[in-house]
């Protein structure tokens, strides 16, 4: 495996279930990334890890929990999501110069 | 009023065209100006990226970057089918904040 991988690539949960994304980058970059991507609507970031530790929450709803156990790998864990919150997913992770953000391919959410 | 204003499209090109996208933004502090492709069911890949103003190139493409008008381009030459994707600009003033347009969905005609 290559660069950033996220899985699965397809999600769909009802708005009381739990489930947790997956992302894992082979890169050996210190920074990682959530993004949502809605349809008509700019990315928008959701958290950032540098080496392990949560620098910036975009006031993200607590239904998302992030979690970084080492700087390779990123999950982002639901529950109790609402159809609004039905977009791509996207992990992406960086090198110390932070501009050059390289992304997975990203989980599709539908939450019924 | 939205951080970064890119239109959205949809541009459709015949081979061989020049394209020109564009984007503006509000946030005079923004210093690094990053161009992604995304392909259907892919994620954003990196383009180019410009610090500060000034003209950068690579291959086919050109980036421009006008702090006073706050102003980015991304010039596609002999634009090509394979070119075909949404274009997304993206910027940043620290680093750890970036700030993307809505992207601008582009068909390369054969």
């Known amino acids: 495996e290559t660069g950033v991988t996220q899985t699965p690539r397809h999600l769909v949960m009802g708005m009381t279930n739990k489930k947790s994304l997956k992302c894992e980058q082979h890169?050996?970059?210190?920074?990682m990334y959530w993004y949502k991507q809605s349809a008509k609507k700019p990315l928008e970031l959701m958290f950032v890890y540098n080496f392990k530790e949560q620098t910036e929450n975009n006031s993200v709803p607590s239904r998302f929990s992030p979690e970084c156990p080492n700087s390779s790998h990123l999950f982002l864990h639901l529950h109790t999501l609402q159809p609004e919150d039905s977009a791509l997913y996207l992990c992406?992770?960086?090198?110390?110069?932070?501009?050059?953000?390289?992304f997975g391919p990203g989980t599709r959410l539908t939450v019924t | 009023q939205k951080e970064v204003e890119q239109d959205p499209g949809p541009l459709s090109v015949p081979e061989g065209a020049i394209v020109s996208l564009n984007c503006t933004y509000s946030?005079?502090?923004?210093?690094?100006f990053m161009w992604y492709r995304q392909y259907s069911r892919k994620g954003p890949e990196l383009l180019m990226y410009t610090y500060s103003s000034g003209n950068k190139e690579d291959g086919r493409f050109t980036a421009q970057v006008d702090k006073s008008s706050k102003y980015i381009s991304l010039f596609i030459r002999d634009s090509q089918p394979s070119d075909s994707a949404t274009y997304l600009c993206a910027m940043s003033d620290t680093g750890n904040q970036f700030y993307f347009g809505t992207g601008t969905s582009l068909t390369v005609i054969p």
């Open positions: 946030n005079s502090a923004f210093q690094y």
């Open positions: 890169l050996g970059h210190n920074a």
């Open positions: 992406a992770s960086s090198p110390p110069r932070a501009y050059e953000q390289y």
